[in-house]
């Protein structure tokens, strides 16, 4: 990402210089809505993300200043202190979670810049979250691992943004590794990673962003984890990871319809993480392909978080030849993502962009992506 609009509004707005700071946005190849399930998720970080300069400014405020949205605001770093601006409270957040934490952070400027298109369930907000701790931490020589400060972000997502998420966006921000995919037990929080180059197996990833866009907040989101957490409970288990249709099956006649399918959706897609897992090490990018597909269509038929766009664009990929295709990110918007052979890429991409701009009456955004490297400083 480019630093250099960056570093002229940092400059503009506090006449000084500060450290650049850059974390990623994610893609996850697979593993939707299993993370708060207990559940294996499989993303990576891609080479676009959220980019901050920041300086110690010697008082107790924090002046900040996003580049995107043109707006300045200033906070203190007590509870009573939250902004009202919603991308202002992600950073009062992180400060909020590292002084409960213990650790010690004073005032601070900065400005931000992103590159991570939002709303298109790349994970802007784990970004941005994941660039504050890591900077906040590494400035205030604040110790503390990789682990807290994916924790760090998760626990402003449930705090101060109203969203229940798992730990799967901060963690591929964080933990980030080119070329490499993040097989990451979410109970356990134990990781591997997975070689994943596409382009050495003659693939393209690309994303196609419908530009729908409906917010995560509020009832969609949570309705999902609640029915998953009602058929866990009758299971006799914390979580749905784990367990088997044979189990559900047995148990149908005491939960809703609707439970039954969210369950069955979570169930089948945790088999599937683990079985591209295989088919990666083996270098088989056709059942990798085949597995997206599945969970598309158990994620628009079962979980209910697609949309008629998304689906309309994964059938667009089918027809195309491409080999997967799947909504990505928690739903009700956003992106496909695309596992393309080279000689089909730009057909698919000429295709799918027509075809969406005649029914829709706006073409989608499309964002090839490379899996990179995690938070750091520049």
């Known amino acids: 990402m480019d630093n250099t609009i960056v570093r002229s509004k940092f400059q503009e707005h506090f006449n000084t210089t500060g450290d650049l700071y850059f974390s990623p946005g994610r893609?996850?190849?697979?593993?939707?809505h299993t993370d708060y399930n207990g559940g294996f998720v499989f993303p990576g970080a891609i080479d676009k993300g959220i980019l901050a300069e920041i300086k110690v400014n010697g008082t107790n405020k924090v002046r900040a200043y996003s580049v995107d949205i043109d707006e300045y605001v200033e906070f203190g770093m007590n509870e009573e202190d939250a902004p009202e601006q919603s991308w202002a409270r992600y950073?009062?957040?992180?400060?909020?979670?590292?002084?409960?934490?213990?650790?010690?952070?004073?005032?601070?400027?900065t400005a931000f810049a992103g590159d991570v298109p939002l709303g298109a369930g790349l994970s802007s907000s784990a970004a941005l979250e994941s660039t504050?701790?890591?900077?906040?931490?590494?400035?205030?020589?604040?110790?503390?691992?990789?682990?807290?400060?994916?924790?760090?972000?998760?626990?402003t997502e449930h705090n101060y943004c109203g969203v229940k998420c798992g730990i799967m966006d901060q963690f591929a921000s964080v933990f980030g590794k080119k070329g490499h995919l993040i097989r990451l037990d979410c109970r356990s929080l134990e990781h591997s990673y997975f070689p994943f180059d596409p382009a050495a197996h003659g693939y393209r990833l690309v994303l196609v962003n419908s530009c729908v866009k409906h917010e995560l907040v509020g009832s969609p989101y949570n309705d999902r984890r609640a029915s998953c957490e009602r058929v866990a409970k009758v299971l006799g288990q914390e979580f749905l990871r784990g367990a088997t249709m044979a189990q559900l099956d047995a148990i149908k006649d005491q939960i809703s319809e609707e439970d039954y399918k969210r369950a069955r959706y979570v169930i089948g897609e945790e088999r599937r993480v683990l079985d591209v897992c295989e088919a990666l090490e083996k270098d088989d990018y056709e059942t990798v392909g085949a597995r997206m597909y599945e969970t598309h269509w158990g994620m628009s038929l079962d979980y209910e978080v697609s949309c008629e766009e998304l689906d309309f664009l994964a059938t667009v990929a089918k027809e195309c030849g491409v080999t997967g295709s799947r909504i990505m990110g928690g739903g009700f918007g956003g992106c496909t993502i695309n596992l393309v052979k080279?000689?089909?890429y730009d057909n698919f991409i000429a295709t799918a962009t027509a075809k969406f701009n005649e029914k829709y009456g706006h073409e989608p955004k499309i964002y090839p992506v490379?899996?990179?490297?995690?938070?750091?400083k520049l």
């Open 27 to 32: 893609i996850n190849l697979i593993g939707e």
């Open 91 to 109: 950073i009062f957040g992180v400060v909020r979670e590292i002084i409960k934490r213990g650790g010690q952070v004073g005032g601070f400027d």
């Open 132 to 155: 504050f701790a890591y900077a906040l931490t590494t400035i205030f020589q604040i110790d503390t691992d990789k682990f807290e400060l994916a924790k760090i972000g998760q626990a």
């Open 342 to 344: 080279e000689e089909l």
């Open 370 to 376: 490379i899996i990179s490297d995690g938070s750091r």
